[in-house]
C-alpha cells in the first residue's frame, strides 16, 4: 500500500530562515503526492502536488517541494520562514483506490 | 472562488444518538470525499462518491452510512454514536476521481459526543 512518513512531530524556526519540513513514501509505481497546510479550527488547504515532470515543484504562498526519487523523498520547502506559516504541515500520498493517505503531521512553529 | 461547504460546522451529541453531516462540494466537482480526523491525528479516508455512486471504502464503521445526491452534495449518517466518534469531520471533493486531481476540503464539521 501506499504510505508517507514525517519524521518530524515539531520543526521550529527563526522568521526569516528557510524552513524544510520532510517527508518520505513508499509507493508501487508512479507516486502522486501532495502537501497540504491546516490552520487552527480550519480546513485542510492543498499547497502543492508532485505528479510527474520537474522534481522542483512549486506551490502556494511560496513554498515548493523537491521529488527525489533515489531518496525517496518529498521535502517541502520555502526559502524564508513567516511567523504566519506556523501551522500544522501534512504529508499526502494518493492510494491505489484513489483515495488520500496522510503522514502523521509536523507543527511547523516559527517565531518572530 | 467557491470552496467546499460543510454544514454544521459544530455538533454535540449524546451517546447512542445519531448525526447527520452534510457537504456541498465545489461547484463542478464530482467526486466527494469523507475523512474522519481524531484529536492529535492525522485524517482518516472514510469513503467517497463519484457521480453519485460509492467509489472507495477506508475505515468507515457499519454505524456509518453516506451517499451523493444528484446535486452531488453528500450526507454522512452516524448512527449509535459513541464516545470515540468524537473528532473533526472533513469533506473534500475534486473534479474527477482519478488520482492527478488534488482533492479540496471544507472547514470540517466538529463532532462532540458526550
Known amino acids: 500500500a501506499q504510505s508517507v512518513a514525517q519524521p518530524e512531530d515539531q520543526v521550529n524556526v527563526a522568521e526569516g530562515n528557510p524552513l524544510t519540513v520532510k517527508c518520505t513514501y513508499s509507493v508501487s509505481g508512479n507516486p502522486y503526492l501532495f502537501w497540504y497546510v491546516q490552520y487552527p479550527n480550519r480546513g485542510l488547504q492543498f499547497l502543492l502536488k508532485?505528479?510527474?515532470?520537474?522534481?522542483l515543484v512549486k506551490g502556494s504562498y511560496g513554498f515548493e517541494a523537491e521529488f527525489n526519487k533515489s531518496q525517496t523523498s518529498f521535502h517541502l520547502k520555502k526559502p524564508s520562514a513567516l511567523v504566519s506559516d506556523s501551522a500544522l504541515y501534512f504529508c499526502?500520498?494518493?492510494?491505489?483506490?484513489?483515495?488520500?493517505?496522510f503522514g502523521a503531521g509536523t507543527r511547523l512553529t516559527v517565531k518572530p | 472562488a467557491a470552496g467546499v461547504i460543510q454544514s454544521p460546522r459544530h455538533l454535540i451529541k449524546e451517546k447512542r444518538e445519531t448525526a447527520t453531516l452534510k457537504c456541498y462540494p465545489i461547484p463542478r466537482h464530482d467526486t466527494v470525499y469523507w475523512y474522519q480526523q481524531g484529536p492529535g491525528q492525522d485524517p482518516q479516508f472514510l469513503i467517497s462518491f463519484y457521480e453519485k455512486m460509492q467509489s472507495d471504502k477506508g475505515s468507515i464503521p457499519d454505524r456509518f452510512s453516506a451517499q451523493q445526491f444528484s446535486d452531488y452534495h453528500s450526507e454522512l449518517n452516524m448512527s449509535s454514536l459513541e464516545l470515540g466518534d468524537s473528532a473533526l469531520y472533513f469533506c473534500?471533493?475534486?473534479?474527477?476521481?482519478?488520482?492527478?486531481?488534488?482533492?479540496?476540503f471544507g472547514p470540517g464539521t466538529r463532532l462532540t459526543v458526550t
Open positions: 508532485y505528479i510527474t515532470g520537474d522534481n
Open positions: 499526502a500520498v494518493r492510494d491505489n483506490n484513489n483515495d488520500m493517505r
Open positions: 473534500a471533493s475534486s473534479l474527477g476521481r482519478d488520482a492527478p486531481y488534488e482533492q479540496y
